[in-house]
């Protein structure tokens, strides 16, 4: 189940005050990633959304006008949503994922623009994962 997000309700888009508040230690590992596709990827471009206050606020990150990944800050964690379409669902499953993502892959809902991988990071470990599905996205 994926923890509610942090800024429901909120008129505004978090500060960074708000954000390591809420994010906790999980803040350093959402700092990384952001930092990591902006460098290696040219992913560089942030978006804060409120698509509808009961759900909060997210992070839309893209490279030009593509959109890579949606970012959503929650107590202690964020969660982190792909949409993958098919070839980019076909090059997750062969490029040997760790076994709690192949999992969600399973589960993952199929809307028409794709297969909504969502993943809830807590600590560094995730990233390199999380890189990896940024870099099938892009390729596909």
Same mark, same amino acid.
């Given at each position: 189940?994926? $923890?509610?997000?942090?800024f429901i309700n909120k008129p505004y888009q978090p500060t960074e005050a708000e954000m390591a508040t809420a994010l906790? $230690?999980?803040? #350093?590992?959402?700092?990384?990633?952001?930092?990591?596709?902006?460098q290696e990827y040219g992913v560089d471009i942030h978006e804060w959304k409120?698509?509808? $206050?009961?759900?909060?606020?997210?992070?839309?990150?893209?490279?030009? #006008? !593509?959109?890579?990944?949606?970012?959503?800050?929650?107590?202690?964690?964020?969660?982190?949503?792909?949409?993958?379409?098919?070839?980019?669902m076909q090059a997750a499953w062969q490029?040997?994922?760790?076994? !709690?993502?192949?999992k969600v892959?399973?589960? #993952?809902?199929?809307? $028409?623009?794709?297969t909504g991988v969502r993943l809830v990071v807590k600590s560094p470990k995730d990233i390199a994962a999380l890189l990896k599905l940024a870099t099938i996205k892009l390729a596909n």
């Open positions: 189940m994926t $923890p509610a997000n942090a906790g $230690p999980a803040k #350093a590992s959402w700092d990384r990633l952001l930092t990591e596709l902006s409120c698509h509808s $206050p009961k759900w909060g606020w997210s992070l839309r990150v893209k490279r030009k #006008a !593509r959109t890579i990944v949606w970012l959503s800050p929650s107590s202690g964690c964020f969660t982190v949503l792909f949409i993958l379409g098919g070839k980019a490029s040997q994922l760790p076994q !709690r993502i192949v892959m399973e589960k #993952a809902p199929k809307y $028409p623009e794709g």
